[in-house]
């Protein structure tokens, strides 16, 4: 175990056009940043902006700065890891690009999952494998990446000791008090639980073009979870914390996803499922029938209504779900329900089953043995249903039309996603 000073720098968006009289000032801001820690990560798209609109760049400029930023980490002995809009191969990519400590380039990772309109101007990356540098390994992911879980878990099996991510987190605005983003508020510190390792974001803040809002909230994350330094939603400012790096290695499973393809019940269909930790007794149908609903689920399997078939479902138990690769294997296979029995839960149980719904975009039943709860969690990743004290049924109706819808913005849907990252795991092209 050793301990790396690390920051993450949270800048103001810069929209294209204005790089050249912005970028002195953020360089600034590096510099100082910069000063007195080992690792620095930056904004994604710092240079010289993310919402490009066209593939476009001052490619001289962009290494003009770029030949700054390694100035900048030889003279302050600091790896610095910046999101830059980069050619290769007269392509243009969303990278991550990683500078060592005596200025030289160490490496680079390229954006695997594009989101939204990024992919008008960015071409994919294709590869997954950590970058050595003279810190340790680093697990190089862009934005979106940390929404396909098997990217980070990849990296952390390829030999990563940090999750590094240049970010740009967007916000709807729907609550303008409290700029919200899935990743910000849920998943970076799952990343960093579920694979053992520390997590580093760096995000912008403010409005970008008037037309694409940022959520900050850049943050370091130890591996244990725990956010230790987190950016305000609305300032440029640094964050810094010393991680400890060198842990053991994360939870995962021997085997992953050898069952059949899921043969799945008609998708148009809502159907009303109740859940309970209760076995089936000689009330059990009279209850459904008031309840309306097709299926008890319990942890001991299905009681079907009126001689249902069981829907197929991926049953799952003690820390299998923990593993980001075990269900995401199912889903690829087509199932799109998972229950998950727990003996004894944790306060990341919760995370972990919001987490896995909504990435993968299936309901997600978790049987809580320790608190005697049976819960339901959507594809949204919002828990619609579950049981309390004498409250020993719960249903809700379990709508297998969310489990297809699965777009999450324009253009950019999660089942080609998870495909994409396969391929990148098996070294498809």
Not at 22 to 32: G, N, S, V
Not at 45 to 57: C, H, N, S
Not at 146 to 156: D, F
């Amino acid at each position: 175990m050793r301990s790396i000073r690390t920051a993450a720098l949270q800048l103001s968006a810069t929209p294209r056009e204005a790089f050249a009289l912005a970028w002195p000032r953020h360089l600034a801001a590096i510099e100082h940043a910069a000063t007195g820690c080992d690792l620095l990560v930056l904004p994604e798209a710092t240079l010289p902006g993310y919402v490009l609109e066209d593939d476009r760049t001052e490619d001289a400029a962009i290494e003009r700065a770029i030949a700054q930023l390694r100035d900048t980490a030889k003279r302050h002995r600091t790896v610095i890891v910046a999101g830059v809009a980069q050619r290769a191969n007269g392509r243009l990519r969303n990278r991550a690009l990683a500078i060592e400590a005596d200025g030289t380039i160490a490496g680079h990772a390229d954006k695997l999952f594009l989101w939204h309109f990024d992919r008008k101007w960015f071409e994919a990356g294709d590869t997954l494998e950590p970058v050595p540098t003279s810190l340790g390994r680093l697990g190089m992911l862009v934005c979106a990446d940390g929404r396909m879980p098997e990217i980070a878990a990849t990296l952390v099996d390829r030999g990563a000791e940090i999750l590094v991510m240049p970010t740009a987190w967007v916000t709807s605005g729907r609550d303008p008090e409290q700029l919200e983003n899935v990743q910000a508020d849920l998943l970076a510190r799952v990343r960093a639980y579920e694979n053992g390792v520390p997590f580093i974001a760096a995000n912008k803040c403010g409005v970008e073009l008037g037309m694409v809002a940022y959520c900050g909230k850049s943050q370091i994350v130890s591996a244990r979870g725990e956010v230790l330094a987190i950016a305000d939603e609305r300032t440029q400012t640094s964050i810094t914390h010393a991680l400890d790096v060198g842990g053991p290695a994360p939870h995962r499973c021997a085997g992953r996803a050898h069952a059949r393809a899921a043969s799945a019940p008609d998708p148009v269909q809502s159907v009303r499922v109740a859940i309970s930790m209760d076995a089936p007794d000689e009330r059990t149908a009279r209850r459904l029938a008031t309840l309306d609903a097709r299926y008890l689920l319990t942890p001991q399997g299905y009681e079907p209504a009126r001689g249902e078939d069981e829907m197929p479902t991926v049953r799952c138990a003690g820390l299998e779900p923990l593993d980001p690769g075990y269900l995401a294997g199912f889903r690829r296979l087509g199932y799109r329900i998972a229950a998950w029995d727990v003996l004894h839960a944790t306060a990341w149980t919760q995370s972990i089953a919001r987490a896995r719904a909504l990435e993968l975009r299936i309901y997600v039943i978790v049987f809580d043995r320790q608190a005697g709860r049976a819960y339901a969690v959507d594809p949204d990743g919002a828990i619609v249903a579950g049981t309390f004290g004498d409250y020993r049924m719960a249903s809700f109706s379990l709508d297998l039309r969310r489990t297809t819808e699965t777009g999450v913005a324009p253009f950019t849907d999660i089942g080609e996603g998870l495909e994409r990252v396969q391929a990148a795991i098996s070294g498809v092209s």
